[in-house]
């Protein structure tokens, strides 16, 4: 079994806010992050497979089909888009660093089964290089 | 003569719009980023000062004094804000990476030179790692 | 479950010397690092956290107050000190990379604790950018 | 138990090439990477053991030690070399990001294990900031 | 004016070699990278143009384009070959850093000319993290 | 002209202090780095030399020998040092980054001299990743 990563990046506007609470209790607990013209940042996942290594193709799984798995559900989704806005999986759920991991995780999970050969093991993301979340499943 | 320099990073949201264009061609011109809902970036600033080397403290500026006038004239302005809604200079300037770079120099330039026995050299502007703008004055 | 990972840097002097030992059994086991004059390095610290998403917040835990935890328990101490001669857990122990960050572990496994909702999972520490030691805890 | 790792790189060319398949063949599922003229990459490697921080010298293992066994067993054979034409392991077997790490891991394990005290944990190989394998054994 | 860069990567094989010496001058002069087998690299180009903001637009000159334009004259020739082997420009002269930065500018000089509005300022050519070369014209 | 760039690195302690100042003026001016017990960092150094490109070898100078060079006249006396305390130059200036990297100049252009062929343009000094002084000679 190895582990093998492939890193993908991209850029979008989010806040955060729990329409539950006031102004007040929302600049409390989110500080800066409350305000609600948006903040952005540039955002690095990294999705990691695990599985054997094809004995004939040297591959756990083609990274060109990986990067293009990452393009279609993930970038395709969020790259120059207000999270909160315009992604279906934020409209109710505060798009926090932990909960942008669990979301690619869920969009990921399935079509990296589907393609058999490889299980998805983790989702990273970086929202800054000091900050990072990271999911492994349930 | 001495280059010193001073690195500073802002998370802040963004979108590119002609206001005298139609959508189409705001899109055609700005792809991407067009889009009004906004998206962001984590900037990097790259501040540098030139100057002679002060012979008793070893010190062309003070960096912590440098530091507190980055914060106060640009971090606090542009960290956290939506560029084109909160912050002066973006509301009739499209906010590209050229754009903020001399923005970044005209809030720096005065109070460099008021400090006296330094002056602003150059400010780069990083959008992503693979993006970047220096201005050095007219 | 989801990780959840600050980063800190802090600048120190150290130094490696076992005082049972002879000056010459101090260079040929440690080589330069044995100068007691000291040398230094930019330490970087990966602060890893471990628990549930809040629904409501969307956090693991507040991401301000663990920076202001490890500010306070480890940076305020460390930080542009003599980590043999001025941190306590240091006057016996040598501060190698590995004894770093089981300190640091130490030092922050409480008051994680203490917060609840969540435990210390890892804290790795980078001497440079080519060497580093992660502890788990026992 | 802590887990100490030390990063190294080296530079080397390697196509991806099936002799059992057509030039079709290759050029589908390899890509650009099936020129067997050759391309190449800078490869970093971090090497992970795994043991006891031995009480007298704070050490789990030397690092300098760890370094002579990486360049000796690894760097010597692989830097500014041609894997698939002048490394014996990659005359049959791809050299993969995958099957280097696994290499790697293969050259390291026993001289690590006779050292006594520490075991090796993973090998990770970056042959893009973009993409990465890592190996923990079987 | 302003100084606005692109940051570009290419993998590639090379080796150093003079058909003029003999195989052990042309070790003592290059080294391992006399290695007619071929090493290779992961090479960072940074590509710098200058002109005015346009008033309009905000950009010096369209990124989009610049990017396309890299891509089009430089990696498409460059990224997975073998440099001495392939590249037309290398087949008398050396790759080292510097003639390729020398290359990468005499390929984006003309494109960038007849674009107008801006002018090619510099190309920067990492080989390495620690290795660059950097070319502004004659 | 071409310039041409070697990066190294060195970890070293250092304080700042002025002895004709009191103990309250120096803290005054030089913060946490008047602690005399000293701190210390992972130097960055950056060694640009400008010069034609050498039409037989295409080299601008040995980058080997550049190498060699910085680690004879720098690294062997300032790496695992107190600049303070085993630095000559440092013995009554203090060693900020702005000094060293004049120090640093002063250490290399003579042997960039004599050796022909190419000159001494630049050197840049990083003490952190955030913070860097630079250096083109008077």
Redesign the interface.
């Given at each position: 079994?190895?582990?093998?990563?492939?890193?993908?990046?991209f850029?979008?506007?989010?806040y955060?806010w729990?329409p539950?609470w006031s102004q007040e209790q929302n600049e409390q607990?989110?500080?800066?992050?409350a305000?609600r013209?948006?903040?952005?940042?540039?955002y690095t996942l990294e999705v990691t497979v695990t599985g054997r290594?094809d004995a004939?193709?040297?591959?756990?799984v083609?990274?060109?089909w990986l990067k293009d798995v990452i393009e279609h559900e993930v970038l395709d989704v969020y790259?120059?888009?207000?999270l909160n806005?315009?992604v279906p999986e934020f409209a109710t759920?505060?798009?926090?660093?932990?909960?942008i991991?669990?979301a690619v995780w869920r969009r990921l999970e399935a079509p990296v089964k589907a393609a058999g050969g490889a299980a998805l093991s983790s989702v990273r993301v970086y929202e800054?290089?000091?900050?990072?979340?990271?999911?492994?499943g349930?």
């Open positions: 079994m190895i582990l093998l990563t492939r890193r993908a990046t850029s979008a506007a989010h955060y729990n539950a607990v989110f500080g800066r992050c305000n013209n948006g903040h952005g940042h540039n290594v004939v193709s040297g591959f756990v083609d990274l060109k790259d120059h888009r207000h806005l315009e759920v505060i798009p926090t660093t932990e909960n991991a669990i800054t290089a000091d900050i990072f979340a990271e999911f492994r349930e």
